[in-house]
């Protein structure tokens, strides 16, 4: 039996007894780090052990380790640290091993394909031998001859774990046409890490009515796959369109290697009085309480958090239709969607938003009730404890 009589909220779980460890190997904080960290702490009242196991890659600037390990200590978990100089070390995976039977570990949860590998060596030498949770990530490198070594690991580790998760169906779909590996698949849709203020959808309906000018955000890294380029040219159709280009204006919140070419993409397109670059926001419950609109232009996507974000605060979202997207928004209800890369999809849709302030607090309020029905963290946490338990039961 791998739980006892204690009930576990309103799915009527019961708490499980079992051992759970979150293992990532990195030397800098990002959005896997966010998410084991995250799930770490939610399930550390709900299982008998809750640890984060983190390889620490040496390799990475002592600055970018020592941010990481701010960050973490933030979540107050329990954690096993794992210093490693190399691409591979024999010791880790024995160190790993002595630590799995020691916290009596019986399902590692890990979150990139490096993890796995580690894993799978530990397992193997390890006396308990725990069930190994594989979660995909992102995105995969660009297929060039310097990335097969890479495909290959991380084809290796699909076969290696015991079970993969997928953050949005779009990222399991292709796994799923494998046999082999077609029984392993299953699909846990990202959640928000924190409750949505209970205060946000009144907060939007003041501000769709009084709003002026309407603020347009864009929240996440400043690279290619986001297609920020795109949004800028929006806002040019629209200064051209608008009858009053004051009305309306764009924040541009986040970092990235793109930053410069944007700055000078808005000065060639003129509108730099109605596009600000605000860089890197540590309070983001404040800006997105600032905001009227969010923006994701990406061509491609998982379930992004800026989206989930952006629901929690009532905010009405217009998204690219790609990737894990299709399944948080149902067009014209929770959001809006357009082709990938359609500008004028983009403009119109914009336009319909900034003209309508009903309607952006419509949409807001049907996102904000989406949110609290599919992607709260609590919903997240029950739905990765019923895989656990399922898993250990058909071992």
Known sequence: MYFNEVILGKFNLKRASVSVAQVSFSGLFGGREAVACSLAGLLSSHVRTSLLYLIIENRTSEQKREEMLKKIELFDLSRRLFAIDKRFSMKIVEEIAQAIDEDGIRIL??????????????????????????????????????????????????????????????????????????????????????????????????????????????????????NIPLLLHAMQHLKKTAGNPHSFECIIAGEGELLEMLKSLAKELNICEMVTFAGFVRNTDELYRSLDILVLTSDYEGIPMCILEGMSHGLPVVASAVGGIVEMIRDGVDGILFPKGDLDRLVSSLTELIADPEKRLKVGKNGYRRFLTDFTPEMWRDKHLRHYLSLLENA
């Open 109 to 226: 949860h890990c979150h990139c394909y490096k993890s796995v590998i580690f894993a799978w060596l530990a397992r193997v030498k390890a006396k308990q031998k725990p069930r190994i949770v594989f979660t995909l990530h992102g995105l995969p490198v660009s297929l060039s001859l310097r990335s097969i070594p890479v495909y290959l690991a991380h084809l290796a580790s699909l076969f290696a774990a015991d079970s993969i998760v997928g953050c949005c169906a779009a990222r399991t779909d292709l796994l799923r046409r494998i046999p082999v590996l077609r029984r392993k698949v299953s699909v846990i849709q990202n959640a928000l890490m924190k409750t949505a203020s209970d205060t946000c959808c009144d907060h939007q309906s003041g501000r769709a009515v009084a709003a002026q000018p309407v603020r347009i955000g864009f929240v996440g890294r400043l690279s290619t796959e986001k």
